[in-house]
């Protein structure tokens, strides 16, 4: 028999009859001859209230009771899933992340998975029971501490414990149906993959898409585990991420697609720091202190300096939410670096196109950039990778640059098949 | 500097307003130089919200799920009052029954504290912080399974926390200002105790007041713990359980009270087998029976068998949620012990007089009696102890009963000042 590790998140679990449906489904994989191991996050909105509650007592809760409160979310709903499964006549053992063994480093609120010993699960499956695993948790090596593991832990907690057992699989049920070329409600048009590579999930996932969360499909990737995405709302097959764009088995075939999807982020600010002396240490000036302030810098484009002045601009993205400290760290360093002026912009948008084929296609980029300048997007700044392209643009046009990337590419279905494209939750 | 360990109850912790005042007492506590361990229940009503949601799953949800479930409730608490603390400026650390050392054995919803090893709390303690801890709440010694310790479980853990810390006392904070010579919303004109000894507090607590569970009397007794039961509402002292009815310097003292208190208790039923066979074994069959059956019995009275028939009549008092069993396990026995019939009876309450006094003063049944009788109170069952008698009435005598006997042992005080009297929850 086979271990089929799955995953559901809180809007799988945000009521008492979605975890009686959620047990139906648990029950199936079993009774198909698989042992079983779930991991689930915290019921539809929970952390959220205990979030409001830790508001309400304390403006800056210490982290390490923070992890100790947000962990009761799943221990919850974990216990729950495991009711409502018994009442279907099979036996299921609950485990907080501590007890599976889900050993992380101390950093509480955003913790790192150092190893994961699942001796108490393994018990349990030899025992024959099914077992669920409270998601986004475990206890810190050095401190035994409970800790969480911050965004799309529950995702990361599903792929270890897959990857610790060994797993056949690793599903993780979601509100979509799986990974598509684009966000249907944005590309009606947009295709459902049946499989895609690690390299071109990190991409997509780095770059928008939020049905995966980066982390997870990089755990997945170093372990070699098979994740499919699927709705728990429907039995369709969603989409298996598997496999590497470096397969020689790949490489030879015919079939695997030039471009995987198209994906596009709202959520990043750009900030130009406008005329900084072209001298040597200026641009690591500005990006130390940026650094230093824990701030996440995505793209980054340096003019050719006006041989007049000898001036450049310099502009990177970076999150919405990094902007205000990014501004007064930039602010700081105005007399030592002795730039111009700093100018701020939120209303821009990132398209992504993704495919590991444009290694071997050329002329991939002048497509992308006529397929936009077609649609009247213009590019702001431009940045890329081996199997990726993005482009910055006015926030009012992404969603025209989605499409005509999208419709250039012949990714458009010949049906429409889509469903709402959501967001993951944790 | 001394140890102090406190417990707050469900209704000292409703929101976030009462888990700052809550949080305030604590650091007081602190400053004025103790060290400070806290058992804190559930928020609120906060269990009763996670028994629905384990209802709506399923209608006979598994032990080990419901303790799993249930025990979410004390780490919201112990975290929110950690944070609350913090914010106040110093430094507190929550931990879980399991954390705590907290060793039960393995009867889940219902577990007995077996040892408490409180290495981490006394490093925390060392540390200089606050120690809170989830109460109600364990881990299995043989299996490593989280446990609840059932309905006055957070009053036990801080009993069982102040003797592994050898503790100078442990502090029962709730919402009545102490242990009353009766309940006040009866007796307007009741005091409140300043002391009462282990003993008196047991068959208080066992004859109806609610203000502490038996068991955590019990374990402070073996331990000899005082306990200081007093209000999280008002900084008035409370009531003082210490030292033992057989202390001789006690003995001597011409201060201690011959009657410590009137208890009351409006949960039982009485159920009278009618037309028993008086031989041996018959009264055997049936308690064995009610036994097997899991039924708590309290009063038992058998009759004198009328010579003419040699048939006699056997009433036992058991709590009402236990009435239906019963009766149930005794029909199917009619036909074996060849009784003639049952009746059953709810509407009766049960008054009972403590006090270590009873002891070396004679007549104080007489008093009693003829108090009931002067009142017009019928009496139906007598139970007596060393240290109580217990009378079964009907239940519409209940409030003037109380009210008799406490004036009739000079137990009313001179000025009212009473507070609402309720239940401590768990």
Known sequence: MGIVVQKYGGSSLSDADAIKRVAR?????????????????????????????????????PAR?????????????????AMAISD?????????????GVITDSVHGKAKIIDVTPGRIRGAIDEGHIVIVAGFQGVSQATKEITTLGRGGTDTTAVALAAALEADVCEIYTDVDG??????????????????????????????????????????????????????????????????????????SMEAPIIAGVAHDRSEAKITVVGVPDKVGEAAAIFTALADAQINIDMIVQNVSAAATNLT????????????????TLHGLKNKVGFESLLYDEKIGKISLIGAGMRSHPGISAK??????????NIGMISTSEIRISV????????????????????DADEVEAVVYGGTGR
């Open 368 to 377: 992308f950039f006529t397929a936009m300048a077609e649609a009247g997007v």
């Open 88 to 100: 279907l006549g099979f036996t299921a053992r609950s485990f907080t992340g501590s007890q599976a």
């Open 313 to 328: 601009d310099i502009s990177f993205t970076l999150p919405h939410s990094d902007g205000q400290t990014a501004m007064t």
């Open 65 to 81: 009771e923070l992890d100790m409160l947000l962990t009761a979310g799943e221990r919850i709903s974990m216990a729950l899933v």
């Open 179 to 252: 990974v598509f070329t684009a966000d249907p409600r944005i590309v009606p048009s947009a295709r459902k993959l049946d499989t895609v590579t690690y390299e071109e999930m990190l991409e997509l996932a780095a770059s928008g898409a939020k049905v995966l969360h980066l982390r997870s499909v990089e755990y997945a990737r170093r372990h070699n585990i098979p994740i499919h995405v699927r709705s728990s709302f429907s039995t369709l097959e969603g989409t298996t991420v598997t496999g590497s764009i470096n397969d020689p088995a790949r490489e030879g």
């Open 25 to 61: 489904r648990i029950t199936e994989a079993k009774k198909a001859g698989n042992d079983v191991v779930v991991a689930v996050s915290a019921m539809g909105d929970s952390t959220d209230e205990l979030l409001d509650l830790a508001a309400q007592v304390s403006p800056l809760p």
């Open 392 to 411: 910055i643009v006015e926030e009012d046009d992404v969603d025209a640059a989605v499409q005509a990337a999208h419709t250039a590419f012949d990714l």
